[in-house]
């Protein structure tokens, strides 16, 4: 190829690095699809134009009083799912949903976009209902320590940025720590006062010296990986918004179907399975040419001789034959490399929830435009859920946890015997990555991998988030 080939053929970066989910703020509504302004990811305000996507078209997005309707004149946002550059540089984006996110805002309303956060119960209020904030970590405040004086100088200084704070570490055993915590306060003459934060370390520091451990464990995780100290935002999901979603997630599993959550979808914050995460590795290596068709059918032709000779139930079988490796099972995948000597870990928190990247709808609880939003009360989740931020002291661990599907495949296939393919262990692709085209995508649903990174960061369009 020419050099003047090259240049013609070739995407610029703006253009080809907007993909996946992104909130759109529309400006104009055609008959085929809307223009606006990209308020998420790389592309932030960038102008395109995104043909529609999904049930709707401008007649419901420009219907005023509609379910659906999209105030342009006042900043009015699209939550766009699966978005990727159309095939000429001239063409449209195209995606595969579309929705309203705030289609008229309010003076008491902002968003807050690209907040890395996690989702944290902290328990019930007297009514019952769970008390759930989300956590937004304040990354261009991490201090990294190594010492106790370090860290109690380090916890001070970010309770005087934010009143919660996030610490992360490792212990010398692997284990990850992962806390939050918050400053305490009172009423003073009808308005909320918060503790002095030096006040607020040292009965932290007192708790834990009374520990059983002392503080033995911080000193271990101090030499071990140091430990990092971030301030965050603390906003409450509403308790009628939370409780409806738990309320609609757990019907959903007692009737086997899904359940569909337009504000704040808990499922958002869950690591992606082994499955996934191992359709991504091999996707990822195959597009990289890392590996061969031959080493490709190698592993199908282990998991089929696997499946046979351990009995794997049925329903896992057909998942894997309608949707390749991400229909399997966390359990599964366990076994079938365990099979070749090869040992997965468990990553992030022990209830399976990690760092998303999420658009938050805030809202304040009176209609001064100077008062601080507290309600956080829808979210749309724009990159994928990783079980570990990107903190000094998650460094390593970070970087172990994007590589080990690809670590693992290469060590299980080394271990395995030569496998020959039989006709009746052949999987075709078309089959793998079959899919119901017509359906609304759900939170951690996976079609077809590409790529780890693309997978785990919602770099490409192999991604479905909710």
Known sequence: ???????????????????????????????????????????????????????????????????????????????????????????????????????????????????????????????????????????????????????????????????????????????????????????????????????????????????????????????????????????????????NAETALREARESGTNAMIATVDPRSWNVAGMGARLAAAVGGARGRGDMSQEKEDALTSRFMEFADSSGLAKDQVDAFTSRGWAGLADDTVKRFMAAGDVILKRHGRENGTGWSTETLLLLGLSEDANRPPDLAVKSFQTRTTVPYPPVKAFADVRKAYFTEMSDAIDSFLDNAPEATRSKETEVKADESKAMKAEEEPGPGDLDDADDLDALLQAADEGMELA
């Open 1 to 243: 190829m020419d050099l003047k080939t090259a240049f013609s053929k070739s995407k610029s970066s703006a253009r080809s690095g907007i993909r996946g989910n992104i909130i759109l703020q529309a400006t104009e509504f055609g008959e085929k699809g809307v223009k606006g302004k990209v308020l998420t990811g790389p592309g932030a305000g960038t102008e395109i134009t995104v043909s529609y996507g999904g049930r709707l078209d401008h007649k419901d997005y420009t219907k005023k009083n509609g379910k659906s309707f999209v105030d342009v004149e006042n900043g009015g946002t699209l939550r766009i799912e699966r978005l990727k550059p159309g095939k000429d540089p001239d063409a449209p984006y195209s995606c595969r949903w579309m929705k309203t996110f705030n289609g008229a805002p309010t003076k008491a309303q902002r968003l807050e976009t690209d907040a890395l956060c996690s989702y944290e119960r902290r328990g019930e209020d007297d009514q019952k209902r769970p008390r759930v904030f989300i956590n937004v970590l304040q990354l261009d405040k991490e201090e990294h320590v190594t010492s106790l004086d370090d860290l109690q100088a380090a916890m001070v200084r970010a309770f005087e940025e934010r009143h919660n704070i996030l610490i992360f570490g490792q212990k010398s055993n692997g284990e990850p720590l992962d806390l939050s915590t918050h400053i305490t306060g009172k009423l003073v003459d009808g308005a909320w006062a918060p503790m002095d934060p030096q006040e607020r370390v040292k009965e932290i520091m007192d708790a834990v010296e009374q520990g059983e451990n002392g503080t033995a464990d911080l000193e271990d995780i101090l030499s071990n990986t140091g430990m990092s100290v971030v301030p965050a935002d603390s906003f409450r999901v509403g308790s009628e918004t939370a409780e």
